[in-house]
């Protein structure tokens, strides 16, 4: 009886420090990271299908390269101005929340609504500030895309649009928005130079002639998704 009570005894503190000290859980350590992605009709992808939104292609491209993403969490709206943007984010209750990665894509229709460029510097820049604060303070987890140039479209064109002012315009909320974006140490992405080549072909464009198609959206997804390989690779050194 006496070996029996020393062998029930140290069964039980056996069990107890097991209880007490946390079990690795591969699941829970290698969780996909969480995604916030903020904007307008570029970031909600007016005319495409879910999958083709260019957040959505990015999750599509980095999954693939077995860093896990979750879907993300879009928070955008066709015609969304910066001030707009930051109602529907109050409007979605996510206050306090993080998340790892947050992008953020706005100014168009600022532009589009002749609103001034410096009111477009202090909106934006309280957008990115909200934008590193979800992004749990951290400035390089936090991507900015800049604005396309909608002058080049065939919508544009048919309306008799002057490309060059809009061309001009977008180029100053561009370089407001990249001067912010690297005083507050986020990252940049330009999108510009490139849609002004390929924005008016057929294929780049949607049935309204106006947003992009879902290639459009694969060029910048890949360009998101290196920024972010980049910045978890630079992490880990």
């Given amino acids: 009886m006496k070996y029996l009570w020393i062998f029930a005894f140290l069964i039980t503190t056996l069990f107890l420090d097991c209880m007490e000290k946390p ?4 699941i829970i350590q290698n969780k996909p990271a969480t995604y916030l992605a903020l904007g307008d009709s570029y970031t909600i992808g007016e005319g495409v299908p879910e999958n083709e939104r260019y957040p959505n292609q990015a999750v599509d491209l980095l999954n693939a390269k077995d860093i896990q993403i979750q879907k993300p969490l879009i928070i955008a709206r066709t015609g969304w101005t910066t001030d707009e943007l930051g109602e529907g984010i109050k409007n979605a209750n996510i206050a306090g929340n993080t998340y790892d990665w947050v992008t953020l ?14 009111n477009y510097r202090a909106e934006f820049k309280t957008r990115l500030e909200q934008a ?28 008799g649009t002057d490309q060059a002012k809009v061309a001009r315009e977008i180029d100053a909320y561009n370089a407001a928005k990249a001067e912010i974006t690297k005083q507050l140490g986020a990252h940049y992405i330009d999108i510009t ?14 049935a309204d002639q106006l947003h992009p198609s ?18 978890m690779q630079s992490s880990e050194k």
Avoid: C, M
Wanted: hydrophobic fraction near 40%.
């Fill in 23 to 26: 079990v690795d859980n591969p």
């Fill in 105 to 118: 894509l706005i100014g168009v229709n600022n532009q589009y609504r002749g609103r001034p460029i410096e």
């Fill in 132 to 159: 590193i604060t979800f992004a749990k303070g951290n400035p390089k987890r936090v991507v900015v895309l800049s604005i396309p140039d909608w002058g080049i479209t065939p919508f544009a064109t048919a309306r």
């Fill in 193 to 206: 130079d490139h849609y002004r080549e390929v924005g008016a072909k057929p294929e780049s464009v949607v």
């Fill in 214 to 231: 879902g290639l459009i959206y694969r060029a910048w997804a890949e360009k998101l998704e290196k920024v972010i390989q980049s910045e």
